[in-house]
């Protein structure tokens, strides 16, 4: 659990400058540069459960989608393309299967099935494994930044949990815990969604 105490402080920090909290005029370029709904909405579009009946269709969104957020490093989307480019036909349907396991089913099963075909290729990197489950559950899942996560625990003092490069469905599941119980702690204005909430924690305890 994030210190109560220590969550206020930044609150009152942030609220300083944005008095709306994501609200506020001028986080709109911030607003602009990430666009959640947008996402969000492509991702409900393609990967519903009938997804997995055109596997190279649904992984080609994934790539797509991919491509186009905002939260994926320019060094890991061409990395991320080149999988789905040399993936052979079963590992594909894997891939698929398992994104949609994750939003649909056996949450660990499917985390771990994405994480074994990426790691294929050696990108089995914890942004590339939240960033759709992120943008289709925006207000249940949690985005995976490392720099993030790692200044997160350490302002909040949390040795529960420790963050490595490797990721794990254990970690993973606490995180989110820690994250979402969070929420109901700071003014309803700072928690549009998960994305934005981890925004504001981002932007108030990064050095």
């Known amino acids: 659990m994030l210190d109560p105490i220590k969550l206020q402080h930044l609150q009152q920090i942030f609220l300083l400058d944005y008095p709306q909290g994501f609200n506020d005029i001028k986080m709109q370029p911030i607003a602009k540069k990430h666009p959640i709904g947008k996402m969000t909405d492509f991702a409900h579009a393609n990967f519903s459960p009938s997804a997995a009946g055109n596997v190279h269709l649904c992984a080609q969104n994934m790539q797509k989608l991919i491509s186009r957020s905002s939260m994926i490093s320019m060094f890991e ?22 994104l949609l396991e994750f939003l649909h089913g056996n949450q660990q099963r499917g985390f771990e099935g994405l994480m074994q075909v990426l790691a294929m290729e050696r990108i089995a990197k914890w942004s590339l ?10 207000h249940d899942e949690v985005f995976i930044k490392p720099t993030t996560v790692k200044n997160i625990l350490k302002y909040f003092d949390i040795t529960e949990i420790t963050y490595k490069p490797t990721p794990s469905w254990a970690f993973y599941q606490r995180y989110r815990e820690i994250i979402n119980q969070a929420k109901s702690q700071v003014n309803p204005s700072l928690t549009p969604n998960n994305p934005a909430f981890c925004g504001f924690l981002m932007m108030t305890t990064k050095p």
């Open 129 to 138: 494994l939240t960033i759709i489950p992120a943008y289709y559950s925006p």
């Open 77 to 98: 989307k061409p990395k991320f393309k080149g999988l789905i480019q040399v993936l052979n036909e079963y590992d594909k349907a894997y891939l698929v299967d398992s």
